[in-house]
């Protein structure tokens, strides 16, 4: 997993828009998943290691917060704006869809997990106002990539269990409300030229 620059000014208006927008609305509406945890157990490696990995579905098992896709609104504003970043994706980086638009509250967090069950090329763009979050991966040693104020871009490859060798375990955490989009791109050519899109002034 590596960070790329996000300079394509496009998508910069699209993101600050989207972040903007989510900052200013009522957020106790949002039905949040999951409990809060101790001591940040379910992102440690601790928690790791209990993990059955011949028996891990691909999917985070503990997890605090909600995909926006979920958020049971009947506010239509609410329901535009969500199925908009579909659409503002498609228009500028030829996405199809975004596969998780992952809102964390303050203490949030996806356990350690490793998408065997939905592999492929990935894009993942974070917010957070101050930086007061982490995603980490493990490896052969384990390696946080503090979030930076405002949007930051990962890329990387989440393998599935005919690949062993590439599969990819990983969680985040929230110290601040935090958004993710993620995008799951089957094809490493598509990935690249999306990758340039995002890098493009």
Not at 27 to 45: A, V
Not at 100 to 113: D, E, I, R
């Amino acid at each position: 997993m590596e960070n790329i620059e996000i300079k394509n000014k496009q998508l910069k208006e699209m993101l600050n828009d989207f972040s903007s927008w989510f900052d200013d609305i009522d957020k106790t509406k949002l039905n949040i998943i999951g409990k809060k945890d101790k001591d940040e157990y379910y992102t440690s490696e601790k928690y790791y290691e209990t993990i059955n990995k011949e028996k891990h579905k691909g999917f985070p098992e503990k997890t605090y917060g909600i995909d926006l896709v979920f958020w049971d609104t009947t506010e239509t504003k609410v329901r535009e704006k969500i199925r908009e970043v579909d659409s503002n994706f498609n228009t500028i980086l030829g996405s199809r869809h975004c596969a998780v638009k992952m809102y964390y509250p303050a203490g949030g967090y996806m356990g350690w997990h490793n998408n065997h069950n939905a592999s492929g090329y990935n894009i993942l763009l974070s917010y957070t106002k101050e930086g007061k979050g982490f995603f980490r991966y493990k490896t052969d040693k384990i390696v946080t990539m503090f979030d930076k104020p405002g949007w930051t871009a990962k890329v990387g490859y989440y393998g599935n269990n005919d690949e062993p060798d590439k599969l990819f375990w990983h969680c985040a955490r929230a110290y601040e409300d935090r958004l993710t989009l993620g995008f799951v791109i089957p094809n490493p050519y598509f990935w690249e030229m999306m990758i340039d899109d995002i890098q493009d002034q």
